[in-house]
């Protein structure tokens, strides 16, 4: 029966200690009575001792109930050295710790019927009730009472139970690191945040330095981007799908850089500044939609001004003079005898006798000469034989060609016919 007793008190106190905030210990160092403890011999005699901790009291009254709570300790042999090895006493509570407060310690004899023995009020051996002030912490308080028949010694402390902090235990606080929060706890009980988690309960993380609003992270040290946003910091908006050459302020927008339009400012508006089309220094005017036309330097052509105009082309020499293209000119090399811009000036007179087949030499007030040259001659020195074919004299489908030539540097016309 004793034995059913003491595993229910013990279940008891278990349940206790595991709900409890604190608890309060009392070790017995060492306990004597000149009463003696003991009634009948004193190989078979047993005792054990009752803490009773009650609410802070004037005077003390020692009955039921311990408001406070209530523990025994085990039965022990009557002999010092079994009470002063003796476990301590543990009374959990479930309340603030007060610091003040009424302690009651009993020493009751256990031969007759062992814990059931405070039932027969005989069985008492020593009672010691006092008021006492105590702190939470692990230094244990010394204390003696002398009673009139008894010595007794005895140390006691309240501690906190784990996850319990403070001057009262009554701060809860257990660390951990999981979905409900990422946190150790100091001694009084606050929640200090791991690294990287900020938040009354440490549940919300620290994104990367720099994250800005438009970015969010579930994990310390990442920023996430929200949609619309992008950049290793989320500070960039995302253009719209397709926005070629376009910026945003905000999310999807598509705003035209300078020459370019349309919804996805894909048109371009100012195709020669973004393109720059004409060669060879030449203007540039656009005509809208990409189109453009170019405005060419003197001496270049085509669409983008790339061709260089070939002022030879025009066979601008004259009298056999050679020409030399240049950028927008040209220049003659004159035979003898002719100068000017384009070997059009004799320098012969008509002492040269520059004239041929004929022709008869006139000076000119200017300088030079000029040739009046007989029938069927022509040219500026009468070098040349009228072409008599150009009236198609031939009859009957015959063919009649004549072919000259002029040697200018001996002064003679070959002239050779054939029919």
């Given at each position: 029966?004793a034995?059913?007793?003491?595993?229910?008190l013990?279940?008891l106190?278990?349940?206790?200690?595991?709900?409890?905030?604190?608890v309060?210990?009392?070790?017995?160092?060492?306990?004597?009575?000149?009463?003696?403890?003991?009634?009948s011999?004193?190989?078979?005699?047993?005792?054990?001792?009752?803490?009773?901790?009650?609410?802070?009291?004037?005077?003390?009254?020692?009955?039921?109930?311990?408001?406070?709570?209530?523990?025994?300790?085990?039965?022990?042999?009557?002999?010092?050295?079994?009470i002063?090895?003796?476990?301590?006493?543990?009374?959990?509570?479930?309340f603030?710790?007060?610091?003040?407060?009424s302690?009651?310690?009993?020493?009751?004899?256990?031969?007759?019927?062992?814990?059931?023995?405070?039932?027969?009020?005989?069985?008492l051996?020593s009672?010691?009730a006092?008021?006492?002030?105590?702190?939470?912490?692990?230094e244990?308080?010394?204390?003696?009472?002398?009673?009139?028949?008894?010595?007794?010694?005895?140390?006691?402390?309240?501690?906190?139970?784990?996850?319990?902090?403070?001057?009262?235990?009554s701060?809860?606080?257990?660390?951990?690191?999981?979905t409900?929060?990422?946190?150790?706890?100091?001694?009084?009980?606050?929640?200090?945040?791991?690294?990287?988690?900020?938040?009354?309960?440490?549940t919300?993380?620290?994104?990367a330095?720099?994250?800005?609003?438009?970015?969010?992270?579930?994990?310390?040290?990442?920023?996430?981007?929200?949609?619309?946003?992008?950049?290793?910091?989320?500070?960039e908006?995302?253009?719209?799908p397709?926005?070629?050459?376009?910026?945003?302020?905000?999310?999807?927008q598509?705003?035209?850089?300078?020459?370019?339009?349309?919804?996805?400012?894909?048109?371009?508006?100012?195709?020669?500044?973004?393109?720059?089309?004409?060669?060879?220094?030449?203007?540039?005017?656009?005509?809208?939609?990409?189109?453009?036309?170019?405005t060419c330097?003197?001496?270049?052509?085509?669409?983008?001004?790339?061709?260089?105009?070939?002022?030879?082309d025009?066979?601008?020499?004259?009298?056999?003079g050679?020409?030399?293209?240049?950028?927008?000119?040209?220049?003659?090399?004159?035979p003898?005898?002719?100068?000017?811009?384009?070997?059009?000036?004799?320098?012969?007179?008509?002492?040269?006798?520059?004239?041929?087949?004929?022709?008869?030499?006139?000076?000119?007030?200017?300088?030079?000469y000029?040739?009046?040259?007989?029938?069927?001659?022509t040219?500026?020195?009468?070098?040349?034989?009228n072409?008599?074919?150009?009236?198609?004299?031939?009859?009957?489908?015959?063919?009649?060609?004549?072919?000259?030539?002029?040697?200018?540097?001996?002064?003679?016309?070959?002239?050779?016919?054939?029919?």
């Amino acid at each position: 029966m004793a034995r059913v007793f003491l595993w229910s008190l013990a279940l008891l106190a278990s349940a206790q200690v595991a709900l409890s905030s604190g608890v309060f210990e009392l070790k017995i160092e060492s306990f004597t009575s000149s009463r003696g403890l003991c009634l009948s011999q004193p190989r078979s005699c047993h005792i054990f001792f009752r803490v009773c901790l009650k609410h802070s009291q004037d005077v003390i009254n020692p009955e039921p109930p311990c408001t406070y709570g209530t523990a025994l300790t085990d039965i022990l042999d009557a002999d010092s050295n079994s009470i002063s090895e003796s476990a301590p006493i543990r009374v959990p509570f479930l309340f603030k710790w007060p610091g003040t407060f009424s302690l009651i310690i009993e020493a009751w004899n256990a031969e007759s019927s062992g814990l059931d023995s405070t039932e027969n009020q005989n069985n008492l051996i020593s009672r010691m009730a006092t008021r006492r002030r105590l702190g939470v912490g692990e230094e244990w308080s010394q204390d003696v009472h002398f009673g009139d028949q008894s010595e007794l010694r005895y140390s006691y402390h309240v501690v906190c139970n784990e996850h319990y902090h403070g001057e009262a235990c009554s701060a809860y606080c257990r660390p951990r690191n999981d979905t409900f929060g990422h946190y150790t706890c100091d001694d009084g009980g606050s929640r200090r945040c791991l690294e990287g988690w900020s938040g009354e309960y440490c549940t919300v993380p620290i994104c990367a330095a720099g994250c800005s609003k438009n970015g969010f992270c579930e994990s310390p040290g990442e920023c996430v981007c929200r949609q619309g946003w992008q950049g290793e910091r989320c500070d960039e908006c995302a253009r719209h799908p397709g926005c070629l050459h376009g910026t945003c302020q905000q999310p999807w927008q598509c705003n035209c850089k300078e020459g370019w339009g349309g919804l996805y400012c894909d048109q371009d508006l100012n195709y020669c500044t973004n393109h720059r089309p004409c060669q060879n220094d030449a203007s540039c005017t656009n005509t809208g939609q990409g189109s453009y036309t170019c405005t060419c330097r003197p001496g270049f052509t085509g669409k983008n001004c790339e061709i260089e105009t070939n002022e030879c082309d025009s066979n601008p020499c004259k009298n056999g003079g050679s020409c030399k293209d240049l950028v927008n000119d040209y220049s003659c090399a004159c035979p003898q005898g002719f100068y000017g811009k384009n070997c059009e000036v004799s320098a012969m007179k008509c002492a040269d006798e520059p004239c041929f087949n004929g022709g008869t030499c006139e000076e000119n007030v200017d300088g030079g000469y000029s040739c009046h040259c007989p029938a069927g001659f022509t040219g500026s020195n009468c070098e040349k034989r009228n072409d008599r074919c150009s009236s198609n004299p031939c009859a009957n489908g015959t063919n009649q060609q004549f072919i000259h030539f002029i040697d200018f540097t001996h002064g003679q016309t070959i002239i050779i016919s054939r029919v």
